[in-house]
């Protein structure tokens, strides 16, 4: 899967450069580019950003340099292009696992105040929040989407793993986890989990 994303901010993007994301990066399973569209802006001062029409307060992200930037990674529209927002949908689990399908995601940063619906309009395939609050931009909702996407792009991660995890059917949660030592502090481990009858051991992690 390839991932492009557009962003003021590509220095926030560390994390998907740690861990397992790291791993997949390196062995070419999942490929992730940062896109400055600052570099597409037209305006002689770099701008990016200008006051709302209509009055009020912050910034608003113009659709110049966004559209032109994703023109110029998408010419054909090929990849399924997403807008971080918090007025949309939120992203679920069976969302997740849809968007994992896609060969190539294209996924668009506001900040500030937001970004011109124009740009939404001509050039985003869909909108999605990651939760019912506030944040300062769409850069950490992307990288949210991305881990949680990349997980089920196959060589990611063992597909075993994902079949009984929180979430893979609606309103299951994962049984509790233990490992050594079976003593910690005076809190022992379920007796079930160290007796090695695996058919207990499925009733009991079933709950
Ligand atoms: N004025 C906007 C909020 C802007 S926050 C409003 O009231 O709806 C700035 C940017 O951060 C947004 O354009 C979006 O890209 C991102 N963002 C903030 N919270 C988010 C969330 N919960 N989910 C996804 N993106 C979010």
């Not at 001509?122 to 506030?134: P, T």
């Not at 994962?174 to 499925?202: A, C, M, W």
Request: negative net charge; charged residues 25%.
């Amino acid at each position: 899967m390839q991932v492009d994303i557009l962003t003021l901010f590509p220095q926030m993007f560390a994390p998907l450069d740690t861990s397992i994301i790291k791993r997949a990066r390196d062995a070419g399973v999942i490929k992730i580019n940062l896109h400055n569209f600052r570099d597409h802006t037209t305006d002689k001062h770099r701008r990016t950003d200008d006051s709302p029409f209509g009055g009020g307060a912050g910034l608003v992200l113009t659709a110049q340099p966004i559209v032109d930037c994703i023109e110029s990674i998408d010419p054909d529209h090929k990849a399924h292009r997403i807008f971080m927002s918090p007025a949309a949908p939120t992203l679920t689990q069976k969302r997740v696992c849809e968007l994992a399908k896609h060969d190539r995601l294209i996924l668009l940063c506001g900040h500030y105040e937001g970004v011109d619906q124009r740009a939404i309009d001509l050039c985003i395939d869909e909108c999605i929040s990651i939760g019912e609050y506030v944040l300062t931009g769409g850069e950490l909702p992307a990288m949210v989407l991305v881990d949680a996407v990349a997980r089920h792009v196959p060589g990611v991660i063992k597909a075993e793993s994902l079949v009984t995890e929180s979430h893979s059917t609606p309103n299951y949660h994962e049984h509790p986890h233990y490992t050594r030592p079976s003593n910690f502090r005076g809190k022992t481990v379920p007796q079930v989990l160290l007796d090695g009858n695996h058919k207990e051991i499925e009733k009991f992690r079933k709950g």
